[in-house]
């Protein structure tokens, strides 16, 4: 089953305002990745952090990976219509390529 | 093509049935997983290919399930004697090496939507 816990499980915002949105786990990763993901699609990925302390940008996406490697966060900031879907946080141990993903969260932007 | 694909898009069974799901990779990429998706749920691994072998099949749910990739490209996974339990989207990614690599993205298809009835 899932190892991850990502909060919030759900977001309803407007247009402009920021994001944030995170993930903790009980046991360390070596890795941590952002997805997105939108209706019928496969996960995109977003943002990848390797090294605890990471700081990562992407545009208006902005990644964490925490000093203890359990727990990373994901900001949006300006959000826009398009950035509606719903986003997965993953973390990665060693190197088999295995992928644990948290819950989601669900994001959805009124114009 | 570009991307990952993934045939059939939908396929809907009897509960009883054997199942056949179908990946095909970005060319080139040596390293194949599956992943099943539940409802409201994030993807959970089930099995990952380097090459022709399964380097690691800890997520397959019990002996139902079984993986193949004969020639190092195409997968297919095989349900047998499926139960109402297995409807899911089940996801295919690809990635070039599968190694700890900064370029080593999994890449995602848009999944087949397993449903049985």
């Known amino acids: 089953g899932q190892q991850l816990n990502q909060s919030p499980q759900s977001m309803f915002i407007q247009e402009g305002e920021d994001v944030s949105m995170n993930c903790t786990s009980s046991s360390i990763f070596n890795t941590w990745l952002w997805y997105k993901q939108e209706p019928g699609e496969g996960p995109v990925l977003l943002i990848a952090l390797y090294k605890a302390g990471e700081l990562t940008s992407n545009g208006r996406l902005t990644a964490q990976f925490g000093i203890t490697r359990k727990d990373s966060f994901l900001n949006i900031s300006a959000s826009i219509p398009s950035d509606v879907g719903i986003y997965f946080c993953?973390?990665?141990?060693?190197?088999?390529?295995?992928?644990?993903f948290g819950q989601g969260t669900t994001l959805q932007v009124k114009p | 093509g570009a991307g990952v694909s993934q045939t059939p898009s939908n396929k809907v069974t009897e509960k009883g049935k054997y199942v056949e799901l179908r990946c095909d990779p970005i060319?080139?990429?040596?390293?194949l997983y599956w992943y099943r998706q539940s409802l409201g749920q994030g993807p959970e691994f089930l099995i990952y290919f380097q090459g022709t072998g399964a380097a690691d099949d800890s997520g397959l749910p019990n002996d139902r399930f079984f993986a193949v990739r004969p020639e190092g490209s195409v997968s297919t996974l095989k349900i047998q004697r499926t139960e109402r339990g297995d409807s899911a989207v089940y996801l295919c990614?690809?990635?070039?090496?599968?190694?700890?690599?900064?370029?080593?993205?999994?890449?995602f298809g848009p999944g087949t939507r397993l449903t049985v009835l």
């Open positions: 060319s080139g990429h040596t390293a």
């Open positions: 990614a690809s990635s070039f090496t599968g190694a700890l690599l900064d370029t080593d993205t999994q890449y």
């Open positions: 993953a973390g990665q141990r060693g190197n088999t390529g295995k992928l644990i």
